[in-house]
Nanobody, 125 residues
Framework: VQLQASGGGLAQAGGSLTLSCTVSGRTFSGYKLAWFRQAPGKEREFVAAIDGYGGGIRYSDSVKGRFTVSRDFVKNGVSLQMNSLKPEDTGVYYC???????????????????WGQGTLVTVSS
């Protein structure tokens, strides 16, 4: 499975950005997809995840109500719409994938075996 993230850039606090991640190499619908982020000097942290058919969604408390994760079955990918951005949202955002038939998600980065290369998001105050 190969993942390619894009859409990062510079935004002002209160602004919006949309990240995209395309998935290739396997049957797309059978995979759970997630977004993680890593700020400078910090651990990689869970942001959001979505189930194989878009039915189950989970967000971290820090982005709930501001970010929206969705699957794009036409482009074979997943998007992350980020609104009301804050400086603390700054970091490298990674998409991740896992083939799993269980309904639960794990917020641990070690649960997700496939990763994209990351895209940088910088939010200025």
């Amino acid at each position: 499975v190969q993942l390619q993230a894009s859409g990062g850039g510079l935004a002002q606090a209160g602004g919006s950005l949309t990240l995209s991640c395309t998935v290739s190499g396997r049957t797309f619908s059978g995979y759970k997809l997630a977004w993680f982020r890593q700020a400078p000097g910090k651990e990689r942290e869970f942001v959001a995840a979505i189930d194989g058919y878009g039915g189950g969604i989970r967000y971290s408390d820090s982005v709930k109500g501001r970010f929206t994760v969705s699957r794009d079955f036409v482009k074979n990918g997943v998007s992350l719409q980020m609104n009301s951005l804050k400086p603390e949202d700054t970091g490298v955002y990674y998409c991740a994938a896992k083939s799993s038939t269980i309904s639960a998600f794990s917020t641990s980065r070690w649960w997700w075996p496939y990763w994209g290369q990351g895209t940088l998001v910088t939010v200025s105050s």
